[in-house]
C-alpha cells in the first residue's frame, strides 16, 4: 500500500497540477485544469488574489497552496 500524505509546502503551479490531474498527459494540460478549476470558484480566486497570487505565478507559496487545499480539497 502506497500512502502519499499531502504537504503544505511551495509548490510550482505545474507540480501541483500534476497532482490534482495524474492523468494529463503533460504538465501543461493539468495546469489548464486546474486554473479552469479554480475560475469556477469565485471565493478562491478572491482569496488567492488577496493572497498576491495571479495567474502568471509560476510558483505558489504554502499560503496560497493552503488556500487552493481549503476549498479544493487535498489532491
Known sequence: MNEFTFRIRPY????LAML??????????????????????????????????HSRCRMLTPLQVRIIVRYLGEP
Open 12 to 15: 510550482s503551479k505545474r507540480e
Open 20 to 53: 490534482y490531474f495524474p492523468c494529463t498527459k503533460n504538465g501543461e494540460s493539468a495546469v489548464k485544469n486546474l486554473h479552469n478549476l479554480m475560475l469556477r470558484n469565485p471565493d478562491l480566486m478572491e482569496e488567492l488574489a488577496e493572497a498576491r497570487y
